[in-house]
């Protein structure tokens, strides 16, 4: 689920973005050009539920570097700290859309940072035969008549 999240994730952010700006998944590559996004999980949490369903809760971070020229010009990253977070609040994945459940945005020294949870609902797969193939096998028993005395 996460990774499925990761790439959606990494779809919204480069449209909010622009073309302009790499967007980057969990590994920060040596020399990567300003402006770009890096999108990792931080925290993975899974909570199962009745009939093979599961609910994963995932803390996710991204963080906009600016290029060189505009990592003083405040206006400019609040205004891309807003694209970030609009592109985060909620985006498609497939099946069905994802929608955080908080969102958190500041200004760091090296440019902006935003902070998602969310929560999402999955079934699990089950290995085994489906009910369609599933045979039922019924045996009666003749009970003994005991009479009492």
């Known amino acids: 689920m996460a990774e499925e999240l990761l790439r959606a994730m990494a779809q919204a952010v480069g449209a909010a973005l622009g073309e302009g700006t790499a967007v980057y998944l969990d590994a920060v590559p040596q020399g990567a050009a300003a402006p770009c996004v890096f999108l990792q999980i931080l925290h ?3 909570i ?3 009939n ?3 609910q994963a809760l995932l803390r996710a971070e991204a963080l906009y570097l600016p ?3 505009q990592r003083e010009d405040r206006p400019a990253l609040l205004a891309a700290l807003d694209r970030l977070e609009a592109a985060l609040e ?4 497939p099946g069905g859309w994802a929608r955080a459940r908080s ?3 500041e200004l760091r020294q090296e440019g902006a940072a935003a902070l998602a949870e ?3 609902f999955r079934r699990r797969e089950k290995a085994g035969e489906p009910m369609e193939e599933a045979r039922v096998s019924l045996a009666l028993r003749e009970e003994e008549n ?3 005395l």
């Open 48 to 50: 199962p539920f009745p």
């Open 146 to 148: 005991h009479e009492s």
């Open 103 to 105: 969102l958190q945005g």
């Open 67 to 69: 290029a060189p020229a």
């Open 44 to 46: 993975e949490e899974r």
């Open 90 to 93: 909620s985006f498609p994945l």
């Open 52 to 54: 093979g369903r599961q």
């Open 118 to 120: 969310y929560a999402l």
